[in-house]
């Protein structure tokens, strides 16, 4: 989670940055929420206080919340304030795995399964562990729902999104990683003993859902991993290497009892879903992963072209995760605007799909070696080739935009038959996920028509 997210770890430097430009608003507007205190967390701060030898948090307790355990202001908090404080020797990170198994896994797996086994040995040992009262208040595996831990049934309902490969490949990644630690472990006779398959995927979704991205590789960090995410919260977890510390400043004022909030990041929900477990009903960071079909139009030539000239590393300010025919596109804000959202390497692939001609290709190809080097940047010089080939993609839109509608309506259909609660509450997901990308899908289309109409 995080962990893909390096803008999270940041220096103190960054915190005097973030302290100076906090919004200063009064909270007296806001309804105050009950007291939600858990119970089975009272003695969680205490634990994890004299384990530290210092104070973390005088300013929030953990309740329930609507989504799982959270942190609640414990009195008012005034915006800038630090609500916790947690030193990396109360952290767990892959250094609290035996020398020797660590340098066994060292370059075998990733930093998330590194972590996913250290949380697998400390569950091993139970309340012997020293981070038992830890380990013990992270959610269950019925708890978490993730789309790898989604059944066929589940997963039909996003195979329109590309959402639906990812969680087929995080599944084979994991299973991988499974084989290759029972392989090293197994000469720790013990340690690893009994560990399944499925606890191994539970412990790993728990690290991707709760760890930050450290100096050690990853960490997991008590306490503040119980915060919850709003997207537009502008308070993160931030690192403070001088102190060795990790910290959380409030970005707003809150009142006694209130949920506290971070931001997790600028995330899809596609990859809030993978990641997290859930997708959010309006996600303005939202983003779709298209492919062009490309085969009957594109003969030896084109596609020699589109190998040596589309795709070069660039420093473009406008960058997207871009593969070979796959795209990924963002809200297109503006119909009249420059179309951001829709990534230029996608129109340029297009303009090279729309040339009919060898002379027109290698018109381009010239173009391109005279400029920067990139192919079909600039619109064509024939009007009536670059309309063309924005209707290619115009075309591919309105194909999406059909196959996206009749997904989201046999959904919204099973609505009446009588499911388990896990299979509502992923429905309901699957229609943030398919109506978000969906939203995204007849932006980029509106800006299309709009401006083949302002070329005709
Ligand atoms: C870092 S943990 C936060 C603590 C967690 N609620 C717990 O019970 O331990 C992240 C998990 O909290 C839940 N969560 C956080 N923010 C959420 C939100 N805005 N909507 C739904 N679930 C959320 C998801 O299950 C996510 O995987």
């Known amino acids: 989670m995080f962990l893909s997210s390096s803008s999270l770890t940041k220096h103190c430097w960054c915190l005097r940055h973030f302290s100076a430009n906090i919004k200063f608003s009064s909270s007296s507007s806001k309804p105050r929420l009950l007291n939600h205190q858990d119970k089975d967390c009272e003695d969680f701060l205490p634990w994890l206080e004299r384990k530290a030898g210092v104070q973390v948090s005088s300013k929030v307790y953990i309740g329930k919340s609507a989504h799982g355990r959270s942190l609640f202001a414990a009195e008012d908090i005034r915006a800038g304030e630090c609500i916790l404080q947690v030193p990396y020797n109360v952290q767990v990170s892959p250094d609290c795995l035996l020398p020797k198994v660590r340098t066994l896994l060292e370059n075998e797996v990733g930093n998330v399964a590194k972590l996913a086994v250290v949380l697998l040995v400390e569950q091993n040992i139970g309340l012997e562990s020293e981070w038992a009262p830890y380990t013990s208040r992270l959610p269950q595996p019925g708890d978490i ?5 989604w059944s066929e049934r589940e997963l039909e309902m996003i195979r329109q999104s590309s959402l639906y490969q990812e969680t087929m490949k995080q599944n084979a990644q994991i299973e991988r990683d499974f084989s290759t630690i029972k392989l090293v472990l197994d000469r720790f006779y013990g340690i690893f003993e009994g ?3 499925r606890d191994f995927k539970h412990a790993h979704a728990l690290v991707g859902s709760r760890a930050w991205g450290s100096s050690k590789g990853a960490s997991l960090i008590p306490l503040a991993d119980f915060l919850n995410h709003q997207a537009d919260s502008e308070a993160f977890v931030l690192n403070d290497e001088d102190m060795q510390v990790s910290e959380v400043i409030a970005d707003h004022d809150y009142a006694a009892h209130e949920e506290v909030f971070i931001s997790y990041g600028k995330f899809s929900n596609s ?39 589309l795709f070069p590393v660039t420093n473009d300010a406008n960058v997207f995760k871009t593969s070979g025919n796959s795209f990924t596109i963002k809200e297109v804000k503006s119909v ?35 400029t920067d080097g990139r192919l079909a940047r600039r619109p064509l010089k024939d009007i009536s080739r670059e309309i063309q080939a924005h209707e290619i ?4 839109f309105s194909q999406l935009i059909g196959e996206y509608n009749a997904s989201i309506e046999s959904l919204e259909k099973i609505c009446s038959v009588p499911t388990c609660e896990n299979f509502a509450t992923r429905r309901k997901m699957a229609l943030n996920l398919l109506n978000g990308e969906l939203r995204v ?16």
């Open 145 to 149: 729902h993730s789309t790898i831990f």
């Open 195 to 197: 560990v399944t398959l």
């Open 271 to 309: 990859t809030l879903l993978l990641e997290y477990g859930f997708a959010l009903p309006y996600n303005k960071h939202e983003e779709v992963q298209i492919s062009i079909p490309h085969h009957d139009l594109l003969p030896k030539m084109k596609f020699e072209i589109l190998q040596g000239h």
């Open 336 to 370: 009249e605007g420059k179309g951001k959202g829709l990534p230029q390497s996608l129109r340029a692939f297009a303009r090279v799909l729309s040339c009919t001609s060898h002379q027109e290709l290698e018109d381009l190809t010239k173009e391109a070696a005279e």
């Open 393 to 396: 993609l115009l075309s591919r």
């Open 441 to 456: 899908l007849e932006s980029a289309s509106a800006w299309l028509k709009n401006y083949c109409a302002t070329l005709h």
